[in-house]
């Protein structure tokens, strides 16, 4: 079945300092969504990418989408400790085409 | 406030317990979910429904029942679990292809 990968795992940066979490999927995508868990809370959606190649950017955070629509990115340039949380990608389930399927999750730590 | 509620927020409960979680939406949408998240596990979908109708049931054990009366509640019946389920079970609501809206959770211990 369709399995959605992310690396690293976890990650721990210096406030101030750049990071960067990677999407892939076994299959072709027709979109993919990010979401943002914060310690003791529930995923709450980022930002959805549905074209080929499609860059998106939220404030200090850039969300791209691969050619193949196959991979994705989440960048944040110089972090904040508010940005500690487990970052998570999720593409449609290959069942039913709307529910979502979510990677591991990158686990961010930000020390001030 | 998402505007999906989940009761209770936490839950104990014995292998021979039965004991349901409740799920409401406040926001229109016609697709509604129940996901494990595990510490070990990333977001697992359990099960999933459009318009009342159960369009996907992820190989959970029978163990675990849903039930979804109208487009706005979603219950997850629990019995007989074991220790490997403690989880927190979230559930989330959506249109079809749109973004999910999560509530905060049961935090589920089995003893």
């Known amino acids: 079945g369709q399995q959605v990968m992310q690396i690293p795992q976890y990650q721990h940066v210096q406030e101030g300092e750049d990071f960067t979490t990677y999407c892939n999927s076994s299959t072709t995508l027709s979109n993919i969504q990010w979401y943002k868990q914060r310690p003791g809370g529930h995923p709450v959606f980022l930002i959805q990418?549905?074209?080929?190649?499609e860059v998106k950017k939220q404030k200090r955070l850039t969300f791209q989408f691969g050619e193949a629509k196959k991979n994705s990115s989440l960048h944040i340039t110089a972090t904040q400790t508010t940005d500690v949380g487990t970052y998570f990608c999720a593409g449609p389930n290959s069942n039913s085409g709307y529910a979502l399927n979510f990677g591991k999750g990158t686990s961010l730590l930000v020390t001030p | 406030e998402t505007g999906v509620t989940q009761t209770p927020r936490h839950l104990v409960m014995g292998m021979t317990n039965k004991k349901s979680l409740k799920c409401e939406q406040h926001l229109g949408h016609n697709a509604m979910y129940w996901y494990k998240q595990s510490a070990k596990k990333p977001l697992e979908l359990m099960f999933v429904y459009n318009f009342k109708e159960q369009t996907e049931n992820n190989s959970v054990p029978s163990r675990f029942s849903p039930e979804c009366p109208n487009s706005s509640h979603l219950f997850l019946h629990l019995h007989t679990l074991q220790p490997e389920d403690s989880a927190l079970y979230l559930c989330a609501s959506s249109h079809p292809e749109g973004k999910l809206f999560f509530g905060s959770g049961t935090q589920l211990s089995v003893l």
């Open positions: 990418l549905v074209k080929s190649g």
